[in-house]
């Protein structure tokens, strides 16, 4: 029942902007914590910002200061704005969220940075 579905990605330049949402549905969401994490071919999956229910945030420092995550409860929506782009950036971007012991993953959008 647990949905998450991303979108936003695309190809910008260096230094360019995106925002990606990842909508929500199956879960009462104001109740939870949402993160958004990324994953490079052949790299590990990491957490890249998280807010909490409350509304606190938390950045990699990799992207502290460039990204900021955001959420709309009326929406059923988390965001995370991109800003001053970096080709390390490059990845599948994927939301989460964990109901209980079970987590739960989008189908994740592809951001690429490049000139």
């Known amino acids: 029942q647990v949905q998450l579905v991303e979108s936003g990605g695309g190809l910008v330049q260096p230094g360019g902007s995106l925002r990606l949402s990842c909508a929500a549905s199956g879960f009462t969401f104001s109740s939870y914590g949402m993160k958004w994490y990324r994953q490079a071919p052949g790299t590990q999956r990491e957490l890249v910002a998280g807010?909490?229910?409350?509304?606190?945030?938390n950045y990699a420092d990799s992207v502290k200061g460039r990204f900021t995550i955001s959420r709309d409860n009326a929406e059923n929506t988390v965001y995370l704005q991109m800003n001053s782009l970096k080709p390390e950036d490059t990845a599948v971007y994927y939301c989460?969220?964990?109901?209980?012991?079970?987590?739960?993953w989008g189908q994740g959008t592809q951001v690429t940075v490049s000139s």
């Open positions: 989460y969220v964990r109901r209980g012991a079970v987590g739960y």
């Open positions: 807010i909490t229910s409350g509304g606190f945030t």
